[in-house]
């Protein structure tokens, strides 16, 4: 039985994989904060429903002593990088725990393997933020990048130190530079998540408008589920290398408004209030990711389309407000 770690295993990306390795008949472990345990019903929600199929251990990307505990401990065959301050907009209010976090603890999981479990293959959760304002679209595993963020510039660092270690220390370490992926699980600070709660809010007469920044930035959005899926095939692979994971398609904030009200038999022009506050300091106007490597030589393509994917997080928060309500 092959045993896997995850950083970040509450998070999004990692209740989906959790999910996946345990269908492939994983040993599953998770690192998570202390306080999550104090706080199971606020800090695990999104594995709950696996709880008793997870091996779970207190750690802290912030202290190398933590992790390189849980790895002696664990010796997993795989572990998987997911955890991040991941939010883009907080990471101009506080550059340096973003960067600090960011870079200083996918070093210390690189550092950790290399000393206690060598053969142990990495995944790293790069960013599309890392090509940021690249003057190539679409963004492939050889565009130059350009990092807007100091978000994008800790995950850039993050990918730099992976190939360090797969290229300098011959660790089996691959980077899958994701773009944006969504899901009812995504938090609801992020704007797919932020527009879709609030519509079915509004829908349900438990809120009166949407205030929202720039509604032409464009992204490239797939779903979280078929993402994971790409990662587990880059650790199956011999050779260690990089990959863009996309859809391929962009669509504007406006765009993803539209179809969420719509969904909703709302127009969004009567409930949507533009906030100049709510602009980034540094805009990044169009992400569009060519996913035909891992295509290739991966076999990997999206399967949920983004009128899916959106119609899908709209209902499912109708559904639990509605019954919240009821």
């Known amino acids: 039985m092959k045993r896997a770690l995850i950083t970040g295993i509450t998070g999004q990306d990692g209740s989906y994989l959790a999910e996946l390795l345990l269908s492939r008949g994983y040993e599953v472990h998770g690192i998570i904060r202390r306080v999550a345990m104090e706080v199971p019903e606020h800090r695990l929600w999104r594995i709950r429903h696996i709880l008793d199929k997870l091996f779970l251990h207190a750690g802290s990307l912030e202290s190398f002593a ?17 955890a991040a301050q991941s939010y883009v907009s907080y990471s101009f209010e506080d550059e340096f725990s973003t960067i600090n976090t960011n870079i200083n603890g996918t070093h210390y999981v690189l550092a950790a393997i290399k000393e206690v479990c060598p053969r142990c293959r990495f995944y790293f959760a790069g960013s599309s933020e890392m090509f940021g304002n690249a003057e190539q679209t679409p963004q492939n595993e050889r565009t130059p990048f350009f990092p807007r963020s100091s978000y994008g510039i800790s995950k850039l660092g993050g990918f730099h130190l992976t190939r360090n270690y797969r290229e300098a220390y011959g660790i089996n370490a691959v980077s899958g530079i994701l773009f944006n992926h969504e899901s009812p699980r995504r938090g609801l600070e992020f704007v797919t998540r932020k527009v879709c709660h609030t519509a079915a809010r ?43 994971i996309a859809t391929g398609k962009t669509y504007s904030v406006k765009d993803l408004i539209e179809l969420a009200f719509s969904h909703l038999q709302l127009d969004w022009k009567d409930w949507v209030v533009a906030d100049e506050r709510l602009f980034r300091p540094s805009e990044i106007h169009d992400l569009r990711g060519d996913h035909s ?11 949920m389309s983004f009128d899916q994917l959106i119609r899908t997080m709209v209902d499912e928060d109708f559904e639990k407000l509605k019954n919240a309500k009821s």
């Open 66 to 82: 933590s992790i390189f505990k849980v790895l002696n401990l664990v010796q997993p065959d795989e572990c998987y990088h997911l």
């Open 202 to 244: 509004i829908k349900l007469g438990l809120a009166k408008e949407l205030r929202m920044g720039n509604l032409e930035a464009r992204r490239d959005w797939g779903y979280s589920g078929d993402y994971v899926q790409a990662m587990w095939l880059m650790l199956q692979q011999d050779r260690p290398d990089d990959y863009v």
């Open 293 to 303: 490597k891992a295509s290739r030589e991966l076999g990997w393509e999206p399967a």
